[in-house]
C-alpha cells in the first residue's frame, strides 16, 4: 500500500538555514510524531524509533534513514526502511528550497514530497486506515517544522 504526501510551507529563514536545520536530524527528529529515540551513525546515517498503532495492531518502528541526495541549500532527500509492527515499510522524503523576497527579509519556500511503501498484515488489516492516520502525522510534523524554523 503506497501512501503519498506533498505540500509547501514558506518561512522567514535563509535557505541555507532550512537546509542545515532539515539536514541535522538531531534538530529535526524529535519532531517526527511519537519520536522515542534517535541513532546517528554518520553525517548521513541514522536510525529513529518510533511509537506505531492502529487499531489492536501497537508497537514500535525503527527505521534507518540515509540523506541520499544534498545539494545544499537547494535539495535534501531521504530513504528509509524499516520494520513496523505488523510489517515493513520504505519510503522517500524530500525537500526543495527556493528562496523568497518579502521585502527587506529573506525567507525560503519549501515544497516538500514523499511516498511510504507499507507491507505485510498492518497494510492488509488496517489498509483504509492507514492513509488518513499518515496524512495526519505527516501534518503534525509539517506544523512542527514551521514552528521551529519561525
Same mark, same amino acid.
Given at each position: ?18 537546509? *542545515?536545520?532539515?539536514?541535522?536530524? #538531531? ?6 510524531? %511519537? ?5 546517528? +551513525? *554518520? ?27 544534498? *545539494?545544499?541549500?537547494?535539495?535534501? +532527500? ?9 510489517? #515493513? ?12 523576497? *518579502?521585502?527587506?527579509? &529573506?525567507?525560503?519556500?519549501? #515544497?516538500? +514530497? /514523499? %511516498?511510504? +511503501? ?9 489498509? /483504509?486506515?492507514? %492513509?488518513?492516520? /499518515?496524512?495526519? $502525522?505527516?501534518?503534525? &510534523?509539517?506544523? /512542527?517544522? $514551521?514552528?521551529?524554523?519561525?
Amino acid at each position: 500500500m503506497a501512501i503519498k504526501f506533498s505540500g509547501e510551507f514558506e518561512v522567514k529563514k535563509k535557505p541555507e538555514e532550512v537546509y *542545515d536545520f532539515l539536514t541535522d536530524p #538531531n534538530r529535526f527528529a524529535p519532531l517526527l510524531p %511519537e519520536f522515542q529515540s534517535l541513532s546517528v +551513525q *554518520d553525517p548521513t546515517h541514522f536510525a529513529v524509533k518510533l511509537n506505531v498503532g492502529i487499531s489492536y495492531i501497537k508497537g514500535s518502528a525503527d527505521v534507518k534513514m540515509e540523506l541520499a541526495e544534498a *545539494d545544499r541549500p537547494r535539495r535534501a +532527500q531521504y530513504k528509509g526502511q524499516g520494520a513496523v509492527v505488523g510489517g #515493513n515499510v520504505t519510503m522517500v522524503a524530500g525537500f526543495d528550497l527556493a528562496p523568497i523576497a *518579502d521585502g527587506t527579509a &529573506l525567507g525560503t519556500k519549501v #515544497n516538500w +514530497q /514523499g %511516498e511510504a +511503501q507499507i507491507f505485510g498484515r498492518l497494510a492488509s488489516v488496517a489498509g /483504509g486506515l492507514l %492513509e488518513p492516520l /499518515g496524512q495526519k $502525522q505527516i501534518q503534525k &510534523l509539517i506544523d /512542527g517544522l $514551521q514552528a521551529a524554523l519561525a
